[in-house]
């Protein structure tokens, strides 16, 4: 069960007070930078390694992006909690060990060029930058968009561009590509993504709805086939704009 959003900033004003306080003097010369880089260790190590993410360049990245930078303000120390945490807008970031197992599966190489659909934070597409070449990422959101566009060129993710529109029917102008990592659940699989993605390339999309439950697939495009299974059940918020149309 996700915290209520007002429950999270509690907790995290709490954890934030609790810092200074007593329990925590031996730890309090410990500047944000090195608490969250502390963060980002343990939950590669916790939370990453130990429940089976193997690609070590997968491990690194993660251990790299900054996730707190991507996170509200309020709630900053809870940056790094093996969970999903809201970013407004009903959205959320998803939580840690989603992101890894998502990248990892798209088997990232240094040439790919890799579609996003739910740029969200701009989180998963700052993992992605940390391992592709180029990354292209759609959000439907516009608050949400432009804020992750502004977040990541701060944090120099210049690898990263990023588009306000509907990702139901991709980005054309630049497919073929790689690679697509879909965040948000439609019903089924957007044929014009299965269409951009090039021979030999993977997709890993949520698919389904909350009521009837939603499964994380893994698809590879093989000529005029694709190939593709369930890899595990998931809950991702629903994809909008023209999917819920059809």
Not at 43 to 71: C, S
Not at 157 to 163: L, S
Not at 186 to 208: F, K, N, S, T
Not at 226 to 233: F, I
Request: glycine letters at 8%; hydrophobic letters at 45%; charged letters at 20%.
């Amino acid at each position: 069960m996700r915290m209520p959003w007002p429950n999270l900033i509690a907790a995290a004003l709490c954890l934030g007070g609790c810092l200074g306080g007593p329990a925590a003097s031996a730890a309090g010369s410990a500047t944000p930078s090195d608490r969250h880089a502390e963060a980002r260790r343990d939950m590669v190590t916790d939370q990453l390694r130990a429940r089976g993410i193997a690609n070590e360049k997968v491990l690194a990245a993660m251990g790299r992006v900054p996730r707190h930078e991507f996170v509200p303000l309020p709630l900053r120390l809870l940056a790094y909690a093996d969970r999903p945490l809201p970013i407004g807008h009903d959205q959320t970031i998803s939580q840690p060990y989603i992101v890894a197992f998502m990248t990892e599966a798209l088997k990232p190489a240094p040439t790919d060029r890799v579609l996003e659909i739910g740029t969200g934070s701009g989180y998963q597409a700052a993992v992605l930058a940390e391992l592709v070449a180029k990354v292209y990422t759609i959000e439907i959101v516009p608050p949400l968009g432009e804020r992750a566009r502004a977040d990541l060129a701060r944090l120099k993710y210049d690898n990263v561009q990023v588009r306000v529109g509907d990702g139901y029917e991709g980005w054309p102008e630049h497919a073929p590509f790689d690679a697509i990592i879909v965040t948000c659940s439609p019903e089924h699989v957007p044929a014009p993504l299965v269409e951009q993605l090039r021979d030999g390339g993977r997709m890993i999309i949520p698919v389904g709805d909350v009521r009837s439950g939603q499964a994380l697939y893994l698809l590879e495009k093989r000529g005029a086939k694709v190939v593709q299974r369930a890899v595990m059940p998931v809950r991702f918020v629903p994809m909008t704009g023209r999917a819920q149309g059809r």
